[in-house]
């Protein structure tokens, strides 16, 4: 039972290009989160989904592009990455409104 | 705008001895409140929670406080071991999904 898999573990970008970062979960979960951890800034909502078609924006959507065609995947794509988005992005599964959420280990991501 | 707070970014605590991490709010809509711990290289995992009707949630080691007059939650861990050693997060939320989370503070225990 792998939980919630992220990959790739480590990108390393050029400014301007795109990139897709994989989530999956096999825990079943309707609802599925992405988040950024930045330094002394803690976790911050980027998008999140209730459901197979159904996305909503969080704190820091801007740049980022979201879509869940299936319960189990909720990939975050970069269309022209940015100096910025440096980050570590997590994903995060949980089943239902106001149930704790599972996390990824994360992917860092550097942009150049 | 910094809507939950975690004034200390770091604690060091002896081994057997109690850990207290602090977390304050300004949003009084929040009714529900979360703490996780995350070490190196892995993502959060959540610890405990306290709902806003409350004002104490106990599970084995660990103890939330909730004094919601002040609008502060405490996490208290008794005894404190090693492999407590991580960054703890608070988080809260109101009414929604979207999380709204603490900067951290990192607690070293040692022998």
């Known amino acids: 039972n792998a939980g919630v898999t992220q990959t790739p573990k480590f990108q390393v970008l050029k400014t301007g290009q795109s990139m897709t970062l994989q989530c999956a979960q096999d825990?079943?979960?309707?609802?599925m989160s992405w988040y950024r951890q930045d330094p002394g800034m803690g976790l911050r909502l980027i998008h999140y989904s209730v459901g197979a078609g159904i996305t909503d924006q969080g704190e820091v959507p801007n740049g980022y592009n979201v879509s869940r065609s299936t319960t189990e995947d909720f990939p975050l794509r970069l269309l022209s990455a940015a100096p910025s988005q440096t980050s570590v992005y997590f994903c995060?599964?949980?089943?239902?409104?106001?149930?704790?959420?599972?996390f990824g280990d994360g992917t860092r991501l550097s942009i150049l | 705008d910094q809507q939950v707070k975690q004034n200390s970014p770091s604690l060091s605590v002896q081994e057997g001895r109690i850990s207290i991490l602090n977390c304050d709010y300004t949003?009084?809509?929040?009714?529900?409140f979360l703490w996780y711990k995350k070490y190196p290289a892995e993502g959060p995992t959540f610890l405990i929670s306290?709902?806003?009707?409350?004002d104490k949630n106990e599970d084995g080691r660990f103890t939330v406080f909730l004094n919601k007059s002040a609008k502060h939650l405490s996490l208290h861990i008794v005894p404190s071991q090693p492999g407590d050693s991580a960054v703890y997060f608070c988080?809260?939320?109101?009414?929604?999904?979207?999380?709204?989370f603490g900067t951290g503070t990192r607690l070293q225990v040692f022998p």
């Open positions: 825990m079943n979960h309707e609802y």
């Open positions: 949003n009084s809509m929040f009714d529900y």
């Open positions: 306290i709902s806003s009707i409350k």
């Open positions: 995060a599964t949980y089943p239902g409104q106001g149930q704790p959420q599972h």
């Open positions: 988080a809260a939320r109101h009414n929604t999904d979207k999380l709204i």
